[in-house]
Each structure stands twice: as structure tokens, then as C-alpha cells.
């Protein structure tokens, strides 16, 4: 069984800094893309940054410059280091990643954390 563990959400004020981490645990081996995504209040959720096995990165629009992904692939781990951070990044902030769990096993699987909830307010 493979599972995400979220790690690092909380409150700040406008213009703080959080730092999100997520880690792979159990049968794994090997893991392709992973991403972060977000849901707000009353709205869809949104991916939000994606970093490839390789290191390649994409954002959002709206996190581009504020925001950075980053992956190690020895720990299996995902990390989100947000900054600049204003109310509208509030959301409950999820980890995923699409992961094979053994080499006789030929896909990938979607996996999906519980959550973190970051709140951006004064």
C-alpha cells in the first residue's frame, strides 16, 4: 500500500512564507510526475505545480514567481515553498503522484494525500 503524507500547513499572514512537504511511503519503484493541487472554499480543485521525474517544472499562473517545487528522489519526497502568500492562496493543499509500485507491475497509479490546510490571513 502506498500512501502521501502532507506536512507543513498552517496560518500566516499576507506576504509570509509556508513551506509544504510531502512524503511517499510503501511499495514503490518508481515515481513519475508529482504535484501539488489545491482547493479552495466553494471552488475546484487546481493544479497548482507539477515536477517531472527529471526535474522539469510547471506552475500556475497565479503562483509563478511566489512559488517553487521541488522533489527528492532518493527520499520520495515533494516539497512546495511558498511565498509572497496572499488570502486567495488559502486552501486545503494536496499532494499527488503518480507512482509504480513494483517492477512487475507495468503503470502508474494515481496517489493521493489527506491534505494540508494553508490559511493566508492578518
Known amino acids: 500500500q502506498v500512501q502521501l503524507v502532507e506536512s507543513g500547513g498552517g496560518l500566516v499572514q499576507p506576504g509570509g512564507s509556508l513551506r509544504l512537504s510531502c512524503a511517499a511511503s510503501?511499495?514503490?519503484?518508481?515515481?513519475?510526475?508529482m504535484n501539488w493541487y489545491r482547493q479552495a472554499p466553494e471552488k475546484e480543485r487546481e493544479l497548482v505545480a507539477t515536477i517531472s521525474s527529471g526535474g522539469t517544472t510547471r506552475y500556475t499562473d497565479s503562483v509563478k514567481g511566489r512559488f517553487t517545487i521541488s522533489r527528492d528522489n532518493a527520499k520520495n519526497t515533494v516539497s512546495l515553498q511558498m511565498n509572497s502568500l496572499k488570502p486567495d492562496d488559502t486552501a486545503v493543499y494536496y499532494c499527488?503522484?503518480?507512482?509504480?509500485?513494483?517492477?512487475?507491475?507495468?503503470?502508474?497509479?494515481?496517489?493521493w494525500g489527506q491534505g494540508t490546510l494553508v490559511t493566508v490571513s492578518s
Open positions: 510503501g511499495s514503490i519503484f518508481s515515481i513519475n510526475d
Open positions: 499527488n503522484a503518480e507512482i509504480r509500485p513494483n517492477s512487475q507491475v507495468y503503470r502508474y497509479f494515481e496517489v
